[in-house]
């Protein structure tokens, strides 16, 4: 089956410093990548989606400028948390398809945040 | 808009019982459907999907779940829970592009 990666597996850094989450499709092009941010004992709250090689589309309420989205190749997806703050602390998950509408998303294994 | 009920936030069954964990939807486009399971700090797994075709799926770990249009459910089922069925079961609902969770159903096996 295919398989997302994420890295680091976990994190804890100071407030105010900035952080990058790698998301990667090992054994498929991942031309969709989506964010999510999961709260203790909630859902996954959709963050942003992005299509290789254009802008990510953020969801309502979700600051472009505070999680920076990057998707410069099929495999390879980055969440960049800038000035970290300690609401920021969360598990952070990417999810990759290949296709269309019907695709299934393969799921990493998520980031564990912690700021201080 | 698309939508996703889990009503039991958590359900607790012993060992060998049969469970069902309960999913209702809403949505305005034509309707995926989509089981997951997460097991503590790790991502989400696929248990299984309904795109089209029979309504009753079946999917990994001997779980199951059937599609009914006029009750908008889909709700998933085991015959006979394992304590490593132990984790959070999340239901999602997808359109275009986007994929809707809601809010999960811990299942707790009890031996």
């Known amino acids: 089956g295919a398989v997302v990666s994420q890295h680091p597996s976990w994190v804890i850094c100071k407030s105010g410093t900035s952080v990058k989450i790698e998301c990667r499709s090992l054994?498929?092009?991942?031309?969709?990548m989506f964010w999510y941010r999961q709260f203790p004992k909630q859902s996954l709250m959709l963050m942003a989606t992005?299509?290789?090689?254009?802008?990510?589309?953020?969801e309502q309420g979700v600051e472009k400028d505070k999680f920076l989205i990057n998707h410069a190749s099929l495999t390879l997806s980055t969440l960049t948390v800038t000035s970290a703050h300690p609401e920021d602390s969360s598990f952070y998950i990417c999810?990759?398809?290949?296709?269309?509408?019907?695709?299934?998303?393969?799921f990493g294994p998520g980031t564990r945040l912690t700021v201080l | 808009a698309q939508s996703v009920t889990q009503l039991d936030s958590q359900v607790p069954v012993f060992e060998e019982a049969p469970v069902e964990l309960r999913c209702n939807y809403s949505?305005?486009?034509?309707?995926?459907l989509f089981w997951y399971v997460q097991y503590p700090n790790q991502g989400l797994q696929l248990l299984l999907k309904y795109l089209s075709g029979s309504t009753l799926v079946k999917g990994i770990n001997g779980f199951e779940a059937e599609f009914n249009k006029s009750q908008t459910s889909f709700h998933l089922r085991k015959p006979s829970v394992h304590i490593s069925d132990t984790a959070e079961y999340f239901c999602a609902v997808g359109g275009y592009q986007k994929v809707t969770f809601g809010t999960g159903t811990k299942l707790q096996v009890i031996p």
């Open positions: 999810s990759a398809k290949s296709g269309g509408l019907t695709d299934t998303q393969y």
């Open positions: 992005s299509n290789e090689g254009s802008k990510a589309t953020y």
């Open positions: 949505s305005s486009v034509s309707v995926y």
């Open positions: 054994d498929f092009q991942a031309t969709t």
